[in-house]
Each structure stands twice: as structure tokens, then as C-alpha cells.
């Protein structure tokens, strides 16, 4: 199945349902911007209120919270790497850690 929210009109994009769906539609990839013609209605084009600059905007916003999430991601990976190499150590091996930390963490 093939449809977008820009494939009904002419030159539009078409996107393809059956593998993955791209994060967002990049207006200023679009040749011809037909929200703009006085005629056009732009709820035609644009859903929940939108325009073309707070879409912009929250296409923008979308790829920071996602890099926000992957970074969190990582986050958490490196700390149950590091939980699960501190319940491996004996009691000593953590004791020569934690020294080694608050060491470091005064020079």
C-alpha cells in the first residue's frame, strides 16, 4: 500500500507502507509547496494545527527528544555493564575501586 499525507497531490511524495516509515517528512524537500498558493487550504496538508514552520519545529524537536532517548539508552547499558562488573568483584576488588574513584575524583 502506498499513500502520505502529501501523495494527493501532484508531484507528491508517496510512501511505500510495507517497510519502515521514515521519522518525518522534510517540507523543505517538496519542489513544489502548494499550502502556499492563496487557494490552497493548508488543513489539506497540514494535520493537528500545524504549518509549515511549527512543523519545521517539530520535526526538529522530534530528532532531539529521539537522540535525547538514545543517549539515555546508552546511559543505562553502561551502568547494568558496570553493576554487573561490580557484583562479579570480591569485597576487596570493590574496596580498591571505590579508593581508586575518590582519588580520582580529588585530583
Known amino acids: ?7 494527493h ?3 507528491g ?3 511505500d507502507l ?3 516509515l521514515p521519522d518525518n517528512i ?4 517538496v519542489p513544489d509547496k502548494p499550502w502556499r498558493k492563496p ?3 493548508i488543513t489539506d496538508f497540514f494535520n493537528y494545527g500545524f ?3 511549527t512543523w519545521r519545529l517539530y ?9 535525547e532517548q538514545q543517549q539515555v539508552q546508552r546511559d543505562l547499558r553502561h551502568a547494568e555493564a558496570a553493576q554487573r562488573e561490580s557484583n562479579e568483584m570480591t569485597p576487596e576488588m570493590r574496596l580498591i575501586q571505590h579508593a581508586q574513584q575518590q582519588l580520582s575524583a580529588r585530583l
Open 51 to 53: 504549518t509549515e514552520d
Open 1 to 7: 500500500a502506498k499513500l502520505g499525507p502529501l501523495a
Open 39 to 41: 487557494e490552497a487550504d
Open 26 to 29: 522534510d517540507v523543505d524537500s
Open 9 to 11: 497531490m501532484p508531484g
Open 59 to 67: 520535526c526538529q524537536r522530534q530528532q532531539e527528544v529521539r537522540q
Open 13 to 15: 511524495l508517496e510512501l
Open 18 to 20: 510495507a517497510g519502515p
